[in-house]
């Protein structure tokens, strides 16, 4: 019995620090600006037919053009209402918690690699090709001025990845080009330009300049996942129950 509580404990103490481990990089609190899809400074524009899974909107500049080329929209238009603004002082709290971060520093291309979870640095990123991120846990991208997703780039999840916890800041702006896919939440300084046919598994977020679409896209923001903390919580609990059980059978021997 008792070698048995003994594999028991090292088994959950294990996932414990598997768990510690997969999620070493806490990740990036967006707070109220989650609920955006499209999020923007000096407006938005939708140049032709656009899906839109969450909300948008633009502060100081509440302009929204081409709305109506928007064909599916599962959130709400806030243009430059309280919650808008209530999102910008969020994202602008994001954007500098994702600069503060200790980042490694690595080449500006990424396209052709694999990567795992982690902190990268760069004075610019691009992807030409496929960027493929490898693993469970939290992705922080730091690029000092400029973002650019080459035309028939993607960039793919894989081994437990998840784009809720896949995070770009860009010092200046982002432009992708046509018929590509990204995946994660754009933190920009200025602007985000998307090309046509290009889809966004994630959200673009400008804290001063417009966001502009050329039709033909996707953005969706990603279902988040569990808390680490739930992981925790239960290993605690089923170590509760191996000392509790542990307590009661030293009572009943007692007696």
């Known amino acids: ?38 999020l923007a400074g000096s407006a938005i524009t939708f140049t032709g037919a656009t899906t839109v899974s969450g909300d948008v909107g633009s502060y100081p500049t509440p302009a929204i053009t081409g709305i109506g080329n928007v064909t599916f929209l599962s959130g709400s238009n806030h243009a430059g209402d309280a919650s808008t603004q209530a999102a910008k002082t969020a994202l602008a709290s994001a954007y500098t918690d994702a600069f503060g971060r200790s980042g490694t520093a690595i080449g500006t291309q990424l396209g052709g690699s694999t990567l795992t979870p982690g902190v990268y640095s760069a004075g610019t990123f691009a992807i030409t090709g496929n960027l493929t991120l490898d693993g469970s846990g939290v992705y922080i991208f730091q690029a000092g001025t400029t973002l650019d997703l080459a035309a028939d780039s993607n960039v793919f999840l894989t081994n437990g990845a998840t784009a809720a916890n896949v995070f770009w800041q860009v010092g200046s702006s982002a432009t992708f080009l046509t018929n590509s896919a990204f995946v994660g939440n754009l933190l920009a300084f200025t602007s985000i330009t998307v090309g046509i046919g290009t889809d966004i598994d994630g959200r673009l977020l400008a804290q001063n300049g417009a966001v502009t679409l050329g039709g033909t896209n996707t953005i969706s923001v990603p279902t988040a996942i569990p808390e680490p903390a739930t992981t925790a919580a239960l290993v605690a609990a089923l170590m509760g129950l191996v000392i509790g059980g542990h307590r009661i059978r030293r009572t009943r021997a007692a007696t």
Do not use: C, E, P, Y
């Not at 594999?7 to 481990?21: P, R, V």
């Open 1 to 38: 019995m008792k070698n048995s509580r003994s594999l028991l404990l090292l088994t959950l103490l294990s996932i414990a620090g598997w768990q510690a481990q997969a999620h070493a990089q806490a990740t990036i609190d967006l707070g109220s600006a989650a609920d955006f899809a499209v």
